[in-house]
């Protein structure tokens, strides 16, 4: 459990001997101990990638000599694959730009190396994180690019559980027939409509949510290695943008290119913007979704109580028997986190200087913190709790019959204020529309049952 001692431009620092990181890593864990979160693991497994693939081209352009190309390669691909996990100790809230946390990555990996070679860590003169891991690199250009592989690498579980969420709603649909409930606007009561119909707008609204999402990280796909330090590419082959997307594409399986203008992807985190404000859109109307069930399942006996949701876990330390939305609650805490991570990243979209956004690290944790939670709380909502709705088609019918908007249908037979006067005695007489218009005898009962045939009732012109 002893020191080695390490040096940069700062001077000598003892560094623990067991530690892959070294000495740049050192002074930022001094400097910043903020908060004690870290960066996700999608964000290392995204520049890992970029470190192996930044490696393996510098061997073949001849900048990296074979052995030590080979060695770094390696080291990264371990790192890619979960190992050393633990040696990324860089707080999210740290120097601008990500230089630490680059750095921290360029360490371990370069100490990694060395071990490959059956050199001794901390031997720069060997293997140096910036000259060598580093090569044809900056924190510039490959903190944005390494950001755009973490989303891409965690956009399919948001997107595959937005799947399954529209699949349960879709089968919900399927399952209540044309079964009618009252509509309602305003929080009173509206026109009638179906169950169905209901439904069938949350499914929609969750399958345009995701089309929208996967249009948003479209641009996601340009990647501005080979700028280097503002997009010149100084100290970079002309071909390593190229190649090194190319190899970078093999390794992820995700279509990717060199950016166009690599001067706008360093200075500019509008990409991030439009991704964020998709994530926006899916949490709110996620969101809503959960809210709208827990209105409806409100009760059993003093609410709605249209809908049950599946019994999870007791909702009471104190009151016996009481069960609470708890899936759906869970749902709008995390819907709500998402709004305040996009509302963080806007701030730092529009706090970058000329060249450089140095805010990018935060907006880092916020995107992929973002899009882990979204993904885990909507495939929980359709698991746990959409998949085993339970509606009460009896109650929902009776609230419709009962509902002054029913008296909208009467308008075409007999006039809006003889309509009014039937919905003013069913509020005085604690009746439905449809009894008191019976009592009333204003229209035939065969007219009656055609009026409120379920399909004619909520799909006019039928």
């Given at each position: 459990?002893?020191?080695?001692?390490?040096?940069?431009?700062?001077?000598?620092?003892?560094?623990?001997?067991?530690a892959?990181?070294?000495?740049?890593?050192?002074?930022?864990?001094?400097?910043?101990?903020?908060s004690?979160?870290?960066?996700?693991?999608?964000?290392?497994?995204?520049?890992?990638?970029?470190?192996?693939?930044?490696?393996e081209?510098?061997?073949?352009?001849?900048?990296?000599?074979?052995?030590?190309?080979?060695?770094?390669?390696?080291?990264?691909?371990?790192?890619?694959?979960?190992?050393?996990?633990d040696q990324?100790?860089?707080?999210?809230y740290?120097?601008?730009?990500?230089t630490?946390?680059?750095?921290?990555?360029?360490?371990?990996?370069?100490?990694?190396?060395?071990?490959?070679?059956?050199?001794?860590?901390?031997?720069?003169?060997?293997?140096?994180?910036?000259?060598?891991?580093?090569?044809?690199?900056?924190?510039?250009?490959?903190?944005?690019?390494?950001?755009?592989?973490?989303?891409?690498?965690?956009?399919?579980?948001?997107?595959?559980?937005?799947?399954?969420?529209?699949?349960?709603?879709r089968?919900?649909?399927a399952?209540?027939?044309?079964?009618?409930?009252?509509?309602?606007?305003?929080?009173?009561?509206?026109?009638?409509?179906?169950?169905?119909?209901?439904?069938?707008?949350?499914?929609?609204?969750?399958?345009?949510?995701?089309?929208?999402?996967?249009?948003?990280?479209?641009?996601?796909?340009?990647?501005?290695?080979?700028?280097?330090?503002?997009?010149?590419?100084?100290?970079?082959?002309?071909?390593?943008?190229?190649?090194?997307?190319?190899?970078?594409?093999?390794?992820?399986?995700?279509?990717?290119?060199?950016?166009?203008?690599?001067?706008?992807?360093?200075?500019?985190?509008?990409?991030?913007?439009?991704?964020?404000?998709?994530?926006?859109?899916?949490?709110?109307?996620?969101?809503?979704?959960?809210?709208?069930?827990?209105?409806?399942?409100?009760?059993?006996?003093?609410?709605?109580?249209?809908?049950?949701?599946?019994?999870?876990?007791?909702?009471?330390?104190?009151?016996?028997?009481?069960?609470?939305?708890?899936?759906?609650?869970?749902?709008?805490q995390?819907?709500?986190?998402?709004?305040?991570?996009?509302?963080?990243?806007?701030?730092?979209?529009?706090?970058?200087?000329l060249?450089?956004?140095?805010?990018?690290?935060?907006?880092?944790?916020?995107?992929?913190?973002?899009?882990a939670?979204?993904?885990?709380?909507?495939h929980?909502?359709?698991?746990?709790?959409?998949?085993?709705?339970?509606?009460?088609?009896?109650?929902?019918?009776?609230?419709?019959?009962?509902?002054?908007?029913?008296?909208?249908?009467?308008?075409?037979?007999?006039?809006?204020?003889?309509?009014?006067?039937?919905?003013?005695?069913?509020?005085?007489?604690?009746?439905?529309?449809?009894?008191?218009?019976?009592?009333?005898?204003?229209?035939?009962?065969?007219?009656?049952?055609?009026?409120?045939?379920?399909?004619?009732?909520?799909?006019p012109?039928?």
């Amino acid at each position: 459990m002893g020191t080695r001692t390490e040096s940069d431009s700062l001077g000598p620092l003892e560094i623990p001997a067991e530690a892959y990181w070294g000495v740049q890593t050192a002074r930022a864990v001094a400097n910043f101990p903020i908060s004690g979160l870290r960066l996700p693991p999608a964000m290392v497994r995204a520049y890992a990638r970029i470190k192996r693939a930044s490696a393996e081209v510098n061997g073949e352009l001849g900048v990296l000599a074979a052995p030590i190309a080979k060695a770094i390669a390696s080291a990264a691909a371990e790192i890619e694959d979960g190992k050393l996990a633990d040696q990324f100790v860089v707080d999210v809230y740290q120097a601008g730009a990500g230089t630490s946390f680059h750095m921290n990555v360029n360490e371990v990996i370069a100490n990694r190396a060395l071990e490959i070679l059956g050199k001794a860590r901390g031997d720069r003169a060997s293997i140096s994180p910036n000259d060598h891991v580093n090569a044809a690199q900056s924190t510039n250009d490959t903190f944005p690019a390494a950001m755009r592989l973490a989303c891409l690498d965690l956009l399919p579980a948001l997107t595959s559980a937005l799947d399954g969420l529209a699949s349960s709603l879709r089968a919900q649909q399927a399952g209540v027939g044309d079964a009618i409930k009252s509509g309602r606007t305003h929080l009173q009561d509206a026109v009638p409509m179906r169950i169905a119909q209901e439904i069938g707008g949350w499914a929609s609204v969750v399958e345009s949510q995701r089309a929208r999402l996967v249009a948003a990280a479209a641009p996601l796909h340009a990647l501005p290695l080979g700028g280097t330090a503002i997009g010149t590419g100084m100290n970079a082959d002309p071909r390593f943008a190229t190649e090194v997307c190319a190899r970078l594409a093999k390794i992820t399986g995700v279509p990717l290119t060199a950016a166009p203008d690599r001067f706008a992807l360093i200075a500019s985190m509008g990409d991030f913007v439009h991704l964020s404000s998709a994530l926006r859109g899916v949490a709110i109307e996620v969101g809503k979704i959960a809210s709208d069930l827990r209105l409806l399942a409100s009760g059993p006996f003093t609410g709605l109580a249209e809908v049950e949701m599946p019994a999870v876990q007791p909702g009471s330390s104190i009151m016996p028997g009481k069960v609470n939305p708890s899936i759906a609650e869970m749902v709008n805490q995390v819907c709500h986190q998402v709004l305040g991570l996009d509302a963080a990243v806007v701030a730092c979209a529009s706090g970058g200087q000329l060249e450089l956004n140095v805010m990018m690290p935060v907006a880092a944790w916020d995107l992929t913190h973002a899009l882990a939670i979204l993904a885990a709380a909507t495939h929980v909502f359709a698991e746990k709790c959409v998949s085993g709705l339970r509606w009460d088609l009896e109650r929902a019918r009776e609230y419709a019959e009962a509902s002054a908007g029913m008296a909208t249908l009467l308008n075409p037979h007999i006039g809006y204020l003889a309509a009014a006067e039937v919905a003013k005695q069913a509020k005085a007489e604690g009746k439905s529309v449809v009894e008191i218009v019976r009592q009333r005898k204003l229209i035939t009962e065969e007219k009656l049952r055609e009026i409120l045939d379920p399909r004619k009732l909520t799909e006019p012109g039928r």
